[in-house]
């Protein structure tokens, strides 16, 4: 990793590109300073407080502070993140939207274009959601149209100005714009973590203990990363024989290849999705006032992730469980639209191409779909310790962190994303410099 941006910096072209990306994200940070007029951020920040060990934590990590700080910034790019997984569905669903993007470019910068659209239409309809539910609250200085046509306006071309970041960091910079942004928002906040959990187990401790339970936050932290990488980069590969044929005077064909399939297919959707379902309700009971009283209240502790695993409550835990069967159904749910094992069996067909010892056709694509059922249940697997290992030492040890496996695989994903793109630009260089001389 070291050697590769030390090479890169030596390079014009990557230098001023990894040059760009940096100012750019010392923007979003300085954004994520700036409070929206007319927000009263001490009364905000005291009741978010309240509520930042359920349903707000991870979005306040996702944001990178911003929403705890009620910034200009504070819906950060979630809305973009919304549209494009429902833009992704729907293009798998409506077959204009899936003929459009087998277009080419024009295709993908129409659907691209709309994604934008449905982004702004989304942080329109949060931020109005956000300036009444507030104004009712309390938590704006005068709650009046004025006031709240301006907090509207303020979140909403945060969130429009950090998508068009995004965009500037992907064509001028290095690695995927939106990714960046979101991993720079998970790294602001980790160092605080750090410090809460040496506070919480080292500060203070007898030396021997403190010692024990560095090694033990470290072991774990290690394991977790390595547990990610090993996930991320783990693909099953099935091979592939292509039927030597006569074209003219020549033989062509008779090539192998293979079908990498990814262990973790759906990446770190399922565990998003899953996450999102069950926060939706502690959000809306937050803003609404019944998140802690009352029946509703009680009914709201099996889906805060607070009282998972609380030896003193186990009862509350059957929340973790359903958890777990939503990431299990949406690690399978998200390969089924998103790779058609029928479809890739028919071109195989089309092209010669035939799976060693299985028959071309149904055969292949029934093949194909027992594989791929296998290796996606390892993968959800390997999701589901990665996503409750935090909510184990959050319950059972009282480790209090925002970030949890969710931000760990993304930020392992992009890291090694934009390693390897960084890599392969190194690559390209070096072969046009050869060609050249």
């Not at 309240?50 to 990590?61: C, I, K, V, Y």
């Not at 100005?161 to 979101?182: C, P, R």
């Not at 024990?212 to 990488?229: E, G, K, R, T, W």
């Not at 695993?309 to 469980?321: E, F, V």
Request: aromatic fraction near 12%.
């Amino acid at each position: 990793m070291l050697t590769t941006l030390k090479n890169a910096f030596k390079i014009k072209d990557l230098r001023d590109k990894l040059l760009f990306t940096f100012i750019m994200l010392v923007v979003i940070r300085f954004g994520s300073q700036l409070p929206v007029p007319g927000v009263n951020t001490e009364l905000f920040r005291s009741w978010f407080e309240s509520q930042a060990a359920g349903a707000f934590s991870f979005f306040d990590a996702i944001t990178g502070g911003s929403f705890m700080s009620m910034s200009i910034l504070a819906l950060n790019i979630s809305p973009y993140i919304t549209s494009s997984i429902v833009m992704q569905l729907l293009t798998i669903a409506i077959p204009k939207l899936e003929e459009m993007q087998r277009d080419g470019e024009d295709g993908r910068k129409k659907i691209a274009s709309m994604t934008r659209y449905v982004t702004v239409i989304l942080a329109l309809m949060q931020s109005t959601a956000m300036a009444i539910g507030f104004g009712r609250a309390g938590y704006l200085v005068n709650y009046n149209v004025m006031s709240v046509l301006t907090v509207v306006a303020t979140l909403t071309a945060g969130s429009a100005f950090l998508m068009w970041i995004g965009e500037q960091i992907t064509e001028k910079g290095i690695g995927n714009g939106i990714s960046i942004v979101l991993v720079i928002n998970i790294l602001s906040s980790i160092p605080n973590d750090f410090r809460n959990l040496f506070e919480q187990f080292v500060n203070g401790k007898a030396p021997a203990t403190a010692v024990l339970n560095a090694a033990i936050i470290i072991a774990v932290v290690i394991a977790m990363v390595v547990l990610v990488i090993f996930l991320n980069d783990a693909v099953r590969k099935i091979p592939v024989q292509y039927a030597s044929k006569n074209q003219g005077r020549r033989m062509v064909g008779g090539q192998g290849s293979n079908i990498p399939l990814r262990v973790n297919t759906s990446g770190v959707i399922p565990v998003i999705f899953a996450s999102s379902i069950l926060q939706f309700p502690l959000i809306i009971s937050s803003f609404l006032g019944y998140g802690g009283a009352g029946k509703w209240g009680e009914v709201m502790k099996y889906l805060n992730s607070t009282y998972w695993l609380n030896p003193s409550q186990w009862k509350y835990s059957i929340g973790l469980l359903v958890y777990v069967v939503l990431i299990v159904f949406f690690a399978y749910f998200y390969t089924s639209v998103t790779f058609n094992p029928l479809m890739v069996a028919d071109n195989m067909k089309k092209q010669g191409g035939f799976i060693p010892g299985i028959r071309p056709g149904k055969p292949t694509s029934d093949y194909l779909n027992s594989v791929l059922n296998y290796i996606v249940f390892i993968g959800a697997i390997g999701l589901t310790i990665i996503a409750v290992l935090p909510y184990f030492f959050s319950g059972v040890f009282g480790a209090q962190v925002s970030f949890g496996g969710t931000s760990l695989i993304i930020i392992v994903s992009v890291v090694l994303e934009t390693l390897k793109q960084a890599e392969s630009m190194m690559l390209v260089r070096n072969y046009k410099g050869f060609l050249e001389n």
